[in-house]
Every structure is written in structure tokens, then in C-alpha cells.
């Protein structure tokens, strides 16, 4: 058990719908990043907050946003969803602002848009 | 951009042979290079780690040398077992703010 959790585990939708995905970072970690895997893309960095504020940017779509509330949970929103959408999707948290140090990754959620 | 390239699979080797996993990392900056695993419906778990050149990472009988002159950090194990059988993924950081750029993953199949 890495400390992370992510809800829901599973989420099925429909296309065009919005979706809002949960993280809680580790206790103590402020960096919470956000990947998207799936079969054709692997494993992409979408994004990540530090201690609130947007710290980088990846392959993340303009659909898709995310935020960092005070209590350092963090959740991704998905909207006007396609097929090509359907993924699992990890956060992980590191207590600094840098990615040189070890990420502690949740168990994801797995979207499935229909 | 950054990337990392490593052998897909899927590697199907014997109980108690020897494993190596083949990755090998864009130069640029300095980054530190991870070996990340993922067993069937879990996330992912770090596996070993080296942040400087010639640094050995090493956990469960795992093994992995930062290796500047070839761009390269192959995973290396003695003696398999069937409990490894898992999708194994490289990466590297971005340098500062940015995520972790992972290879493609590498499904390793253990037979007894």
C-alpha cells in the first residue's frame, strides 16, 4: 500500500459526458501528478500541482483540467469525453516539487466511455 | 522531447533463468532513472532507482547501473522467479517540475 488512494476504483460513462476523478496524496507529500495509461499511448505525465498551484504541464488535453484543494487532495476533471478517453488513469505524490525523487503511485481509476 | 525506448515483450523465460531488460534514456540534463513495476491490477510500485551516473540501484535481487557513456539502465536479475511476472517500466525524470517520461513497459511472463 503505497498511501495514495484514488476513488472511484471503476467508472463507466457515456460519450460527451464529465467525469471527476479523486486523489489523496500521501500524508505529508504536497506534489500530486496526474498520468493517463492506455494501450496505444502507454504510460503519459498529464499534470501536477504543488502545494496548490499548477506546477507543469504534459499531454494534457484542453478537456481535461485538475486542481490542488488545501487539503492537498487533488481531483481531475474529464469533460466532452470520447472512446479514445477510456484509460486507467494514476495519480502519485512526492513530498517535494520535483520529479528527481521516487513518486508513490495510487492504485488508479479505469474509465471506460461507452 | 524526452523519451525512453525498452524491449516490449512479451519476455517469457523459465524459472531460475537469467533476466535482462534492455532501456536506454534521452541525455538530456541530468535526470534520475527509475525501474517501476506493475503486477495485474495494481498501480504502479518503484522497483529500484539511481539518481547520478555509474550509481547502482538495486531491491529484491533486482539490479540496475546508470550508465552516462551509452544512455542506458537495463534491469538485470540472477535467478527468476514466477512471482515476477509483471509489466516492468523505466523511466526518467523530467528535470525539475515536470512527470516522469516512462518507456512503453515490458510484460515478463514466468513459466515453473
Known amino acids: 500500500d503505497s498511501g495514495v488512494t484514488q476513488t472511484p476504483k471503476h467508472l463507466i460513462t457515456a460519450t460527451g459526458q464529465r467525469v471527476t476523478l479523486r486523489c489523496s496524496p500521501r500524508?505529508?507529500?504536497?506534489?500530486v501528478y496526474w498520468y493517463q495509461q492506455s494501450l496505444d499511448q502507454g504510460l503519459q505525465f498529464l499534470i501536477q500541482?504543488?502545494?496548490?498551484?499548477?506546477?507543469a504541464k504534459g499531454n494534457i488535453l484542453e478537456r481535461f483540467s485538475a486542481q490542488q484543494f488545501p487539503d492537498l487532495h487533488s481531483e481531475l476533471n474529464l469533460s466532452s469525453l470520447e472512446l479514445g478517453d477510456s484509460a486507467l488513469y494514476f495519480c502519485?505524490?512526492?513530498?517535494?516539487?520535483?520529479?528527481?525523487?521516487?513518486?508513490?503511485f495510487g492504485p488508479g481509476t479505469r474509465l471506460t466511455v461507452l | 522531447g524526452d523519451s525512453v525506448t525498452q524491449m516490449e515483450g512479451p519476455v517469457t523465460l523459465s524459472e531460475e533463468a537469467f533476466l535482462t531488460i534492455n532501456c536506454t534514456y534521452t541525455?538530456?540534463?541530468?535526470?534520475?532513472l527509475f525501474w517501476y513495476v506493475q503486477y495485474p491490477g495494481e498501480g504502479l510500485q518503484l522497483l529500484l532507482k539511481?539518481?547520478?551516473?555509474?550509481d547502482k540501484g538495486s531491491n529484491k535481487g533486482f539490479e540496475a547501473t546508470y550508465r552516462k557513456e551509452t544512455t542506458s539502465f537495463h534491469l538485470e536479475k540472477g535467478s527468476v522467479q514466477v512471482s515476477d511476472s509483471a509489466v516492468y517500466f523505466c523511466?526518467?525524470?523530467?528535470?525539475?517540475?515536470?512527470?516522469?517520461?516512462f518507456g512503453k513497459g515490458t510484460h515478463l511472463i514466468i513459466q515453473p
Open positions: 541525455a538530456t540534463g541530468y535526470p534520475s
Open positions: 500524508s505529508g507529500d504536497l506534489s
Open positions: 523511466a526518467r525524470s523530467g528535470g525539475g517540475a515536470d512527470g516522469l517520461t
Open positions: 500541482y504543488y502545494n496548490g498551484e499548477e506546477r
Open positions: 502519485a505524490s512526492t513530498p517535494g516539487r520535483s520529479s528527481y525523487n521516487e513518486q508513490f
Open positions: 539511481a539518481t547520478k551516473a555509474d
